[in-house]
């Protein structure tokens, strides 16, 4: 049969393993915007991959189905499944195959040395297993994946350990953490105390099943109270419940307990949390319930081997409206002469207890973190230092004064070697152990305890009163008598409307702390104007940015649409892109410059100096600033046949008449009824002053010119029609040399340089092509070429020859439409060369 | 507090230079309105958290050059926006009429999902008015869009106007959101459901008194 999507699952597809994870990454400075693609990265073992996926449900539904097979992987399989068909890639790069051995080296080495760890988590999974069975809620999952992965040695920062961190953005920890400490800050601003009472009970059952009712000490209050902590030590004794932590004992007691609750008020269970014997149920009166959160229990163990369940504590914490509150139920190390222990056992619980937090990006929180703690239990610290007698006759005097002074747990407090910044209250009843089982009778057995306070009640925290402190001698099933005690606690309500506004508060101080840092910086001008641009002239501006913003800042001139540079071709900006330190400044040139290749355009009106500059800043504004200004037309730049039109310098045609000119194809005449010049006046101009001047100038067309005096040529010709030119014979060469350099069209026209290359040896060919160029074009050739030869009549002073001229004018009057190569070059000087000869045309 | 999902969006103020839109987003971000601006050349942005829903949605207000010569560079700003205010200043015709220009410039380059409010501002300026305010309405009307006269100076409608955008670029995009808070629910209400079933488990069989004792 055919392979259907049935028998392919994400399991098989991608090898998810303990060493595999897909978290979501995203830069800290850009925020998800909404549309955006989610970034990935993808890891196994040491390999990592960044990936993009499109936004939407498709994504999140991959994403939350990878992290859903990733647990299930992470709590089923011991053994790693090996994906054998990743193997043939990993052969095909040999880097990446050492890569693997190398890890799988490494892996070992930590396994073994890690043992001790892996059978840690196996006993701690115990209690997992158990309440998942007993409960299988979610959580327990959850408790059981992440007691694995402590075992893994992993960057934290790599694991999904739970969906939240796959699904909520790290980004906005940040911001998120900000708001959270400025609400802790503030909390006196939306909060008010109000009193509730809580009712905590501690019983050790010494392993009974419940034989009578447990109202006499659950509904001692004349009020129902707001809550219950109700608190078990030796529930079960049996191997059974140490080994498996299996009970059916938990139901029975539960039951007593619901059964005895204060008949005038409904309670709603909470949560029930057990390690061994040891248990602590959590009700709420019915009405609070919705305004209980952040539930979390936790279980440590103590006992043997400093870990077993036989002794240690279970907690509960909860967030009761505004205040954080964990609830302690310890059962201590037992023997009179063991209180260093007990001490012990204290300091073990309050640093192993750690409750995990629903932001996974927050450390877990101990016991101490919280606004009220009630530790409850069987702590076992006993009365020292007194015989049986003396303990007997003080209790029969009811002297509690006096017994209570001899108290371990009193005098440890004192030496404050345990339960520091504790309360307690006096204590006003008989000692609560140890009694023979369904009596009032003090131990009678062969051991005969010295009485003592067992089973106590504590608290840590502010507004927090106690109504009672008492043992319930009625009940009669175990060798300890239960205790209560009930205590007022003012709790931090939240006003909403107060709330909202400290929030509101909170989140534009943010806002606006965030818009301070959006980098800024002021521009000296915003509108440069580039007045009179001329032909080669450079024109140069300052732009001065200053950082006025709260942070350093990056500045760069982007692109606008359509275009492929970030400013037109004449203008440069220097430097284009930079970094500006707060308060620091740049200045930057903004250079205009018009050379052959721009100016064709310019002159004829299709371009303007005219453009806009955006300035963008990373992660900030863009500005936009302007650039103007006008340029005067000139000769340099024009065409042949432009320039045959104008019989006028062209800086006193109209921008109107330059425009036509330069729409009008050859041939044809409509601007100027009279008839076009023969050749341009400006050309005619140069080379009858060479004429005049310059025919045994020695090193003519060898030596480069003046600048200075190019530009008062360039004047000249572009402005008027003078006798003479100004400038040495040099500068007028050189003119002349660039006038044809930046002819739009050469000389020869593109379209016959091909033509040319062909018959280039052939001097009559050659001549026939010539006689083929529009008018204009062959005036201008043949002009030069008669000036040439009249140049080497003179050779003897000027020192030109017809090789040095046709290496010259040859590049200049046959271009190449496109890049020409040295065989090209000499044809071209070969074609030329016919007409240097003496007595050609 | 359960942690909430965060989410980001772009909106635009577009129209004429001098309608008024560096001085609303100023109102919007800071409370404050500086009468003499100098007008925005370049685009500009400021930020700003709201809480819609539940969920604390943080935009980024884009403030734009509205001269003429600018507009074929700010074109390319309108692909990024989510969300475009149409800005124009009832104490001027003219600003109104060219409404029409800067709408099908926003069809033209914003992408299509882009939810879309009218905006006519400088509300207080009553004696000068040129617009009336069934003009408006009657415009955004026919364009589908919701309509608020405001005043940056008076603080009129101001919050209303942001926060009917962004609720409305919110719904736009409801679908792909409500899988994202639904998946982080899950943990948030954890402890609810854990609640549930506890109280079942913890007294089965006692049928007298049920779950509440
Ligand atoms: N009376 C009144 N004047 C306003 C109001 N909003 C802006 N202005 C004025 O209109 C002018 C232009 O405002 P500006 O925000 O720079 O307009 P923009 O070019 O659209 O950014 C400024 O002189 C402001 O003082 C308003 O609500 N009422
Ligand atoms: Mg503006």
């Given amino acids: ?114 043992k ?87 019983y050790n059952v010494n392993g009974q099943t419940p034989k009578e009712s447990l109202s006499p000490w659950l509904s001692c209050t004349l009020n129902p109270p707001d809550m219950y902590c109700i608190g078990f030590q030796e529930l079960d004794l049996s191997k059974e419940a140490f080994f498996f932590n299996d009970t059916p004992k938990e139901l029975e007691w539960t039951k007593a307990v619901s059964q005895a609750l204060h008949p005038d008020a409904k309670y709603a269970l909470v949560k029930l949390v057990r390690l061994v014997g040891i248990m602590l149920i959590f009700y709420v009166k019915k009405e609070h319930a919705e305004f209980i959160s952040d539930v979390e229990a936790e279980t440590v163990g103590t006992g043997i081997m400093g870990r077993m369940g036989n002794k240690g504590a279970v907690a509960v914490r909860f967030r ?71 303990v007997k006759e003080l209790i029969g005097k009811k002297d509690f004064e006096t017994l209570h002074s001899y108290d371990q747990l009193k005098r440890q407090i004192d030496e404050e070697a345990v339960f520091v910044g504790f309360a307690e209250g006096d204590i006003d009843f008989q000692p609560t152990y140890k009694y023979d089982t369904g009596s009032d009778k003090w131990d009678t057995s062969e051991k005969c305890r010295v009485p003592a306070w067992c089973d106590r009640i504590l608290w840590r925290g502010k507004n927090i009163v106690q109504q009672h402190y008492q043992s319930h001698m009625a009940l009669k099933t175990s060798d300890h008598k239960p205790v209560s005690s009930l205590l007022v606690i ?192 400006e050309l005619w101009m140069m080379v009858d ?41 040099h500068s007028v060469a050189e003119a002349l040399l660039l006038f044809l350099d930046a002819l739009p069209e050469p000389v020869v026209p593109y379209s016959f340089y091909q033509q040319c290359l062909e018959i280039c040896s052939n001097a009559s060919q050659c001549e026939k092509v010539i006689s083929m160029l529009p008018q204009c074009h062959k005036n201008v050739f043949n002009y030069l070429a008669a000036f040439l030869r009249e140049l080497l009549k003179n050779s003897a002073s000027n020192r030109l020859d017809v090789n040095i001229l046709a290496t010259i004018f040859a590049s200049l009057l046959l271009r190449s439409p496109t890049k020409q190569d040295l065989a090209e070059k000499r044809k071209t000087q070969e074609f030329f060369q016919h007409f240097l000869a003496q007595g050609s045309s | 507090m359960a942690k909430q999902y965060d989410v980001l969006f772009r909106l635009l103020l577009l129209g004429d230079s001098g309608v008024g839109k560096t001085c609303l987003l100023c109102r919007f971000t800071d409370n404050e309105f500086h ?48 969300g475009i205010f149409l800005v124009y200043d009832i104490t ?17 380059y914003a992408p299509e999902k882009v939810r879309k409010i009218l905006v006519g501002n400088k509300s207080d300026d009553v004696d000068k008015r040129q617009v009336a305010t069934e003009q408006g309405i009657k415009l955004a009307k026919a364009y589908g869009m919701d309509f608020f006269e405001t005043s940056a100076f008076t603080n009129q409608n101001i919050a209303e106007t942001f926060t009917r955008l962004a ?47």
Wanted: aromatic share 8%; proline share 4%; net charge negative.
């Fill in chain 1, 1 to 114: 049969m055919a392979i259907t999507a049935d028998d392919v699952s994400l399991e098989d597809i991608i090898p998810i393993s303990l060493d595999f994870a897909v978290v979501e990454v995203s830069s800290s400075e850009e925020l998800a915007v909404v549309g955006a693609d989610t970034k990935m990265k993808v890891s196994y073992q040491e390999e990592e991959l960044e990936l993009r996926l499109p936004f939407g449900s498709h994504s999140r539904l991959f994403l939350s189905e990878v992290n859903r097979v990733w647990s299930d992987v992470c709590k089923t399989t011991t053994q790693a499944p090996k994906f054998e068909w990743i193997s043939k890639y990993h052969k095909a790069t040999r880097g990446l195959g050492t890569t693997v051995n190398k890890l799988n080296q490494h892996q070992k080495k930590e396994k073994s040395s890690d």
């Fill in chain 1, 116 to 202: 001790k760890g892996t059978i840690e988590g196996e006993k701690g999974s115990n209690s997992g297993t158990h309440k998942s069975k007993a409960y299988s809620s979610p959580e327990s999952q959850s408790i059981f994946s992440r007691e694995d992965r402590n075992d893994l040695v992993r960057s934290s920062s790599h694991t999904p350990s739970n969906k939240a961190q796959i699904l909520a953005m790290p980004q906005f920890g940040l911001r998120d953490n900000l708001i959270r400490c400025e609400l802790l800050k503030n909390e006196d601003l939306y909060t008010y105390p109000e009193d509730f009472s809580f009712f905590l009970g501690t």
């Fill in chain 1, 320 to 390: 009761f409206h505004n205040s954080d509150i964990c609830v302690v139920n310890s059962h201590l190390a037992a023997h009179i002469e063991e209180y260093e222990r007990r001490n012990q056992d204290y300091k073990e619980i309050c640093s192993r207890l750690q409750f995990r937090q629903l932001d996974p990006s927050q450390p877990p929180l101990t016991i101490m973190k919280h606004d009220v703690i009630l530790w409850i239990g069987d702590l076992n610290y006993r009365i020292s230092e007194l015989d049986v007698s003396n």
């Fill in chain 1, 490 to 681: 003012g709790i931090k309500k939240v006003n909403a409307e107060a709330y909202k506004k400290t929030f509101e508060e909170i989140v534009r101080n943010i806002d606006k702390m965030e818009n301070e840092c959006i980098p800024s910086v002021t521009l000296s001008k915003r509108e440069f104007h580039f007045k009179d641009v001329k032909y080669m002239q450079h024109h140069a501006e300052t732009l001065s940015l200053v950082n006025d913003g709260q942070v350093p800042c990056q500045f760069e001139f982007i692109q606008k649409p359509n275009e492929p540079t970030y400013c037109k071709p004449w203008l440069t900006a220097n430097p284009s892109k930079g970094f500006i330190a707060k308060g620091g400044s740049v200045d930057i040139e903004l250079e205009v410059f018009v050379n052959r290749s721009t100016a064709p355009e310019l002159n004829s009106g299709k371009e303007q100096i005219e453009d806009i500059l955006v300035l963008h800043l990373e992660r900030g504004k863009d500005y936009f600033i302007s650039v103007i200004g006008n340029y005067l037309p000139s000769c340099y730049g024009s065409s042949i046949h432009s320039l045959c039109q104008l019989r006028e310098p062209i800086q006193d045609m109209s921008q109107e008449t330059l425009r036509e000119v330069a729409k009008m194809s050859g041939g044809e005449n409509a601007v100027n009824t009279e008839k076009p010049l023969d050749i341009p006046k």
């Fill in chain 1, 689 to 729: 002053h060479l004429f005049r001047n310059a025919l045994k100038q020695e090193d003519i067309f060898q030596q480069p010119g003046l600048r200075s005096e190019f530009a008062e040529i360039r004047d000249c010709l572009d402005t008027g029609i003078p006798d003479s030119l100004p400038g040495s014979n």
């Fill in chain 2, 35 to 82: 009468p003499s601006h100098i007008s925005t050349i370049g685009v500009d942005f400021k930020m700003k958290t709201l809480v819609i829903d539940g969920i604390k949605v943080r935009i980024q207000i884009w403030d734009t050059a509205g001269q003429e010569r600018y507009q074929t560079i700010t074109k390319q700003y309108y692909r990024r926006a989510q």
């Fill in chain 2, 92 to 108: 001027s015709e003219r600003s109104f009429q060219h409404i029409m220009k800067w709408a099908s410039d926003v069809d033209e």
């Fill in chain 2, 167 to 213: 609720e409305q670029v919110l719904a736009a995009n409801k679908k792909d959101l409500d899988l994202l808070r639904m998946s982080n629910n899950d943990e948030i209400n954890l402890a609810a459901l854990e609640e549930e079933e506890g109280l079942c488990d913890g007294a089965p069989g006692d049928q007298g008194k049920g779950c509440w004792c």
